[in-house]
């Protein structure tokens, strides 16, 4: 089913909100991963606000899809994602990689209720995901496994492993979602290790290959659906995505791959975002 143009409108703005709040926890903490949480505000909203079966209240509801960080560096996403959605207080953002948070600088699945995994180690998170997958199967559930991962991390080999395991399993229940955002933390993909051509990688390994512009809400949404629907092979969805989105001044810079706001910029920064956000909810009424 398509988004209606109100639901489109207001899946943007809370992409906007949640923006905000990755600016706003990247600079309390001084330290963290700004372009990548950035680029996934859009597909994280989608998601947590759309698209996956989940519960705020009950996060251990056994039939929930389960979403999987492979990339645990882009966690701030997922955080501000998350309280928006109401797993926790929208305050506790602020306590973003202090000692005893629950909110570290990559996800600890004990520390926090809705964590699936604890990430790290890049290239890890699609094999966990493929474990989930199959012993949904096994256990005859109804849920889907979405894996989010970033296109530098398609440089690892276990990643290629699990894509074998998930093609002979015929995990029609997991699927992955590549942040294809041409940077990593010292260069352009394609300069560092290039994995071009990339669509082909994956579909020689039995993948339905979905490409979209991960910033188009109906694209995320009709993309998820048609995973969702797909039967007899697991999906996986580029999403090309530009690094930093929503602050032009920092957009497709590899530099800020792991670098966090200064105070002023933050105030320049979410000026400019409450500016969009006001002309688009004007626009709403025009």
């Known amino acids: 089913m398509q988004l209606t143009e109100k639901q489109k409108r207001n899946l943007e703005l809370q992409a906007i909100e949640v923006r905000q709040s990755i600016i706003d926890m990247l600079e309390d903490a001084g330290s963290g991963h700004t372009a990548g949480s950035l680029d996934m505000a859009d597909i994280f909203t989608a998601l947590y606000f759309h698209v996956a079966k989940h519960d705020p209240k009950n996060p251990e509801w056994p039939e929930r899809d389960r979403i999987i960080l492979s990339n645990g560096h882009i966690v701030p996403v997922r955080y501000a994602t998350m309280a928006h959605a109401g797993y926790f207080p929208i305050q506790e953002l602020k306590t973003l990689r202090t000692f005893g948070s629950r909110l570290q600088g990559h996800p600890e699945r004990t520390h926090l209720p809705g964590l699936e995994t604890t990430s790290g180690p890049l ?32 440089q690892a080999g276990n990643i290629w492993e699990a894509a074998m395991f998930a093609h002979a399993h015929a995990l029609d229940n997991l699927i992955g979602i590549v942040d294809r955002n041409y940077i990593q933390i010292n260069g352009r993909t394609e300069d560092v290790m290039p994995i071009e051509p990339f669509a082909e990688k994956w579909e020689s390994f039995g993948w339905r290959v979905i490409e979209i512009n991960g910033h188009r809400m109906d694209a995320i949404v009709e993309a998820c659906e048609a995973a969702k629907a797909h039967t007899g092979s697991p999906v996986v969805i580029i999403a090309h995505t530009i690094p930093g989105k929503g602050v032009p001044e920092i957009e497709f810079d590899h530099e800020w791959h792991g670098k966090a706001p200064s105070q002023e910029q933050q105030d320049r920064w979410l000026k400019d975002l409450r500016t969009l956000k006001g002309k688009m909810s004007a626009s709403h009424y025009e």
């Open 123 to 154: 290239g890890s998170g699609l094999s966990q995901a493929a474990g989930m997958a199959y012993a949904a199967k096994m256990d005859k559930r109804n849920h889907h496994i979405f894996c989010l991962m970033s296109d530098g991390e398609m």
